[in-house]
């Protein structure tokens, strides 16, 4: 077959070999049920609920790397160990940037416990900026909430032309916006409420389009405004 599935079915017990520049990697959640060595790419999209496209960027980026059966893309544990790193780095709105900073300290360790150090210095960070973030945010949203008090926001309007308070949220979607309201990235609200990058996708929109807004800021906004979500 041209796409090289006859290669990887003759092969499909075959171990593959350590990565090049194999790291050690601190103690990250694994899939319970590993499966088989070669992973087919749709199978390693399938596990961390990511497209093609996904794994094919961070390859590009240097994060991940497929080997090769025939033309398939394959995988390794190794690399189902890697992605659940980065995975659970993106969760948390790490940028790909610092991803890639984290894998080269992580060069350095000699052990899973100095891995799981570097790794523990890395979340500490990323808190120190998200804390920063939702101090910026909360002001923010106290100077949008005077504005609306005042009628100056998006041109000479007040409260009355905000959706009225018999808008209407599904439970998931009341849900999925006070996860936003929380500054959940769509990847984590994904994963909180159990849904598709695509679901999430779908719903957040719904919400936006229902509470007027323009992006996923304003509905937050509005929507605490409005009394849907605690501020």
Known sequence: MADGSEHLQKDSHRPLAPPAG??????I???RDMPAEPIPIADMAEIFGITHRTLHFYEEKGLISAQRIGLMRVYGHSDIARMALINACREIGMPVAGIQDLLE??????????????????????KRELTADLSTIHRQLQQLASLVSHGVIDGPVDRAAL????????ELERRCVELMAEDYTP???????????SQVETLETAIIRKLDAHNRFQAV???????LVAS
């Open 22 to 27: 194999a790291i050690h990697l601190p103690d």
């Open 29 to 31: 959640p694994l899939p």
């Open 105 to 126: 300290a992580l060069r350095s360790a000699n052990s899973t416990a100095e891995a799981n150090r570097i790794f523990e210095d890395a979340l500490l960070a990323r």
């Open 163 to 170: 959706p009225d308070d018999t808008i209407a949220l599904t």
């Open 187 to 197: 990847a984590r609200v994904a994963h909180a409420l159990s849904l598709t990058s």
């Open 221 to 227: 906004a509005k929507a605490v405004l409005l009394g």
